[in-house]
Nanobody, 126 residues
Framework: QVQLVESGGGSVQAGGSLTLSCAASGLPSRFRYRLYCMGWFRQAPGKEREGVAT???????FLAESAKGRFTTSQDNAKKTLYLQMNNLKPEDTATYYC????????????????WGQGTQVTVSS
């Protein structure tokens, strides 16, 4: 059973930083973790879910305009863990953040992700 478990969310003041993690387990062993497209998405109350960043085989393949210069995504293949380092957080970054996984190199915010985590809440106060 595939599980993606996010952690690292919390409440911070504007200008602060958080690092989100997404630990993957149960992915079919015949597919190497590094060959999964991994993504971060977020959804704020009353808004549609939006892509934040995607990464494939260690290379970032998408980063939202709102995240440029502030967010960095990376992955540790040995730990099968995805990270989102968020700096200079703004109140508009307040949302539930989800990680997602889909096997294959077609990797950006439009990828049809099969596996999703339960989300972690990020709240940024002004």
């Amino acid at each position: 059973q595939v599980q993606l478990v996010e952690s690292g969310g919390g409440s911070v003041q504007a200008g602060g930083s958080l690092t989100l993690s997404c630990a993957a387990s149960g992915l079919p062993s015949r597919f190497r973790y590094r060959l999964y497209c991994m993504g971060w998405f977020r959804q704020a109350p009353g808004k549609e879910r939006e892509g934040v960043a995607t990464i494939y085989d260690g290379e970032r393949t998408f980063l939202a305009e709102s995240a440029k210069g502030r967010f960095t995504t990376s992955q540790d293949n040995a730990k099968k863990t995805l990270y989102l380092q968020m700096n200079n957080l703004k109140p508009e970054d307040t949302a539930t953040y989800y990680c997602a996984a889909q096997w294959g190199s077609n990797c950006d915010e439009t990828t049809d992700f099969r596996y999703w985590g339960q989300g972690t809440q990020v709240t940024v106060s002004s």
